[in-house]
């Protein structure tokens, strides 16, 4: 039986995700900031973490399963922003760096749906997005008022 080094694919985001938010953890600096009306409670966050990773997981494995190596790069970049998250606003406490990070996540997760959508014939990737898109607009609303409310 022969491996799929595609499946490969599924697993990295849910293991960086946890080695990303294990450097950077809510901590009594956190607790201190003021946050928005909106904001969940800190129960909500590694549950929908840990969903949103795997549908991620799914949605690389099916939007770069045979692709050349070229069509890695806005989706790994993407990755790597994401995972840079938690060790820049918990770790490092860089509350605008945080936001603007944000941002930038959120660019590039669209660019990545682009290209999935562009380069695949069927969808599943793009569809298994749309949860961590809405997820991540709603991730900038909380961390530019966490910037506005505490600057």
Do not use: C
Not at 11 to 17: A, C, N, T
Not at 56 to 64: D, E, K, M, P, V
Not at 112 to 123: A, D, Y
Not at 125 to 150: C, E, M, T
Request: charge should be positive; avoid cysteine.
């Amino acid at each position: 039986m022969k491996f799929d080094i595609y499946l490969l694919w599924i697993i990295i985001p849910l293991f960086f995700g946890f080695f990303s938010g294990s450097i950077g953890k809510p901590d009594e600096w956190y607790e201190k900031l003021q946050k928005p009306s909106l904001n969940p409670p800190r129960i909500v966050f590694p549950i929908a973490w840990t969903i949103l990773y795997i549908l991620l997981g799914f949605a690389y494995y099916y939007g770069l399963y045979k692709k050349d190596l070229k069509f890695y790069i806005i989706p790994v970049i993407h990755l790597l922003l994401n995972f840079s998250y938690s060790p820049i606003f918990f770790y490092f406490k860089q509350i605008l760096g945080s936001a603007i990070l944000t941002l930038f996540v959120l660019v590039f997760a669209i660019l990545t749906v682009i290209q999935f959508g562009i380069t695949n014939k069927n969808l599943i990737p793009v569809y298994l997005f749309i949860p961590y898109i809405l997820w991540l607009i709603f991730a900038n609303y909380l961390s530019w008022s966490i910037y506005k409310l505490n600057k």
